[in-house]
């Protein structure tokens, strides 16, 4: 592999890891606050986009070049697509599950919220298969990022390409990921948030609204979700049962980066898409292999139990 596609893989891998590590960020947010793992989060990224899409377009996707307005909803759309199902998903199949504000665990009944999950994620698939009936379809771009050159690509030392899109995937995605985990940090909600997940009694008694924090969670991580969708769907074709594989590589690296910490989702991703993409590009794997890859990472970080290098429920402020 030359210098050139070696760079160019990585730059493809670094966009395709904002998109993991936006959506892991969601698992590990979640996970944080009440120990669960939402199973449905990989299909709020597909539902988001087929939402918005078929709102704004009013038909069956096509990649149709759009207007300003249509592009700001769409991506409006998408976005807030992904926050709605999530809060669903919350009100529906995860706190009739979870104990009481003042009992000393988060947990609540695992089988319960486990089972509801994934009812809700394959709820969400035969409703959108009812209306979407092929099995991929192209999805337009509303942030028209490939439009900022005349071509679209840029050269790269060595002999490589990369399209314009891509780098503009990567600045967007580093730049929410970023601002989301600083946010969570210094904000009063995100410290109250902090204090909920190490100890949810005395948050309660302290009389922080706990129910409403942990709402207020599986929105944020909806709508990074729909941010992901938004950026790596123009670039594949999406179908609807994308969202299972979406999901599983985006727990993988919530797992890689310490379960409960949302800094090293975000990195998990990064370094997830890299990978993946270094295997596509790669003489001896191929494309063959990109879902191959991620997921056997899944399934040896699971059966090490490892929790990746943080706490699952402690954030260092630094």
Not at 79 to 108: M, N
Not at 201 to 213: D, I
Not at 217 to 230: D, S, Y
């Amino acid at each position: 592999m030359s210098g050139g596609v070696a760079l160019q893989a990585f730059l493809s891998g670094l966009a395709l890891g904002t998109a993991y590590g936006l959506i892991a960020m969601g698992f590990s947010l979640v996970y944080r606050l009440t120990g669960v793992i939402s199973f449905a989060h990989g299909d709020l990224v597909v539902g988001g986009v087929f939402i918005g899409v078929l709102v704004v377009l009013g038909s069956i996707p096509v990649a149709a070049a759009l207007d300003v307005v249509h592009s700001v909803g769409l991506a409006v759309l998408i976005v807030a697509a992904g926050a709605a199902l999530s809060a669903g998903v919350y009100l529906v199949a995860v706190r009739p599950f979870l104990p009481g504000v003042g009992h000393r665990s988060t947990r609540g009944d695992v089988l319960g919220w486990v089972a509801s999950g994934l009812a809700a994620g394959l709820l969400i698939r035969e409703v959108l298969g009812l209306v979407l009936t092929q099995d991929a379809y192209a999805v337009p771009d509303p942030l028209r990022l490939g439009s900022l050159t005349p071509s679209g690509v840029l050269q790269l030392p060595g002999g490589g390409t990369v399209a314009v899109r891509t780098l503009g995937v990567i600045g967007i995605g580093l730049a929410v990921g970023i601002l989301v985990e600083r946010l969570l940090v210094l904000t009063p909600v995100g410290t109250a948030m902090k204090a909920v997940s190490e100890d949810p009694t005395a948050a309660a008694l302290l009389g922080l609204p706990v129910r409403r924090l942990v709402l207020v969670a599986f929105v944020v991580a909806g709508a990074l979700a729909g941010l992901a969708g938004l950026l790596i769907s123009p670039d594949r074709s999406l179908g609807v049962d994308d969202g299972v594989v979406l999901g599983l590589k985006a727990m993988a690296a919530a797992l890689v980066g310490g379960l409960g910490s949302v800094r090293g989702a975000l990195a998990g991703g990064l370094a997830l898409g890299v990978i993946e993409s270094f295997v596509v590009a790669s003489s001896v794997l191929g494309p063959h292999y990109a879902d191959v890859v991620p997921l056997a990472i899944l399934l040896i970080v699971l059966a090490l139990g490892r929790r990746g290098l943080r706490s699952p429920l402690r954030e260092d402020p630094e």
